[in-house]
């Protein structure tokens, strides 16, 4: 599985991984959280997870999920030299992050999980139906869907391979989340966000410290100044004013 990996400078980089249908660089380069690292004397390394940007895009459902996911950011480390980070995922990437520390908690130093609760959102709304969404369009989701916001915009972004993405959605939805974490965690949410549904059981199981972030939702939360200031702390970065 080939991977696209960007390492941007500094000490102690920490791992991003972005969520479903986008890329590393929309998911932290363009909100700021590179930057935020890069003031607070931090590297970063973001990849894009398989089936998305620039990495490989299998169109099997049998080649998602979180633990294979998991696999290639151990991939990732290991290309990179690294032997331990923290690592921040959002929505998706959060699990993925999840199943990495499930997978080697030794890699893994600190995690911040964010945009995510108790329940798998593929499944919870049906496989064929975001299936559908994302090669039709979001226009065939119910309109009180959360996935609709996320998925509305495909069609009009560029080299998107949607056959991926619907193969990734089946093949994550097929799996339990991994709600367990052997490493210090931390979760932030939105408190508009529904796709962080039980957010507060979700820290309980994860025995993790939870932050709510007045009204944002899944799209907000991952910008928001709030959510660095957070974050940064936790993974022993200061914040620059």
């Known amino acids: 599985m080939r991977l696209h990996v960007e390492r941007h400078p500094g000490p102690d980089p920490v791992l991003l991984v972005h969520g479903f249908a986008t890329t590393g660089a929309l998911t932290w380069e363009a909100t700021g959280w590179v930057a935020a690292l890069a003031e607070a004397g931090r590297g970063a390394i973001v990849p894009d997870l398989r089936g998305h940007g620039g990495s490989d895009a299998p169109h099997d459902p049998a080649a998602y999920s979180p633990e294979l996911l998991a696999q290639d950011l151990v ?39 964010g945009g995510v609760g108790t329940v798998e959102q593929f499944g919870r709304w049906g496989v064929e139906a975001v299936r559908r969404a994302i090669l039709e369009g979001a226009g065939t989701l119910a309109p009180d869907n959360p996935l609709a916001p996320l998925l509305s915009s495909l069609r ?18 097929q799996h339990p989340l991994p709600l367990a974490s052997s490493v210090p965690t931390l979760v ?7 796709v962080a549904q039980d957010a507060d059981a979700a820290a309980r199981l994860l025995g993790a410290e939870l932050v ?15 959510f660095k200031q957070a974050a940064l702390p936790f993974l022993g970065a200061s914040v620059t004013p």
Not at 79 to 107: F, H, N
Not at 156 to 173: N, Q
Not at 189 to 194: E, I, L, N, T
């Open 75 to 113: 991939a990732v480390l290991d290309e990179q030299g690294l032997d331990r980070v923290d690592v921040i995922g959002y929505s998706m990437g959060s699990w993925v992050a999840l199943a990495l520390v499930g997978l080697a908690s030794q890699r893994v130093r600190r995690l911040v999980v």
């Open 156 to 173: 009009e972004a560029p080299g998107i391979d949607r056959e991926a993405l619907a193969a990734c959605a089946a093949g994550m939805a």
């Open 188 to 194: 932030v949410v939105g408190d508009a966000d529904p």
């Open 212 to 226: 709510v972030l007045p009204r944002r939702n899944h799209i907000t939360t991952l910008s928001a100044r709030a």
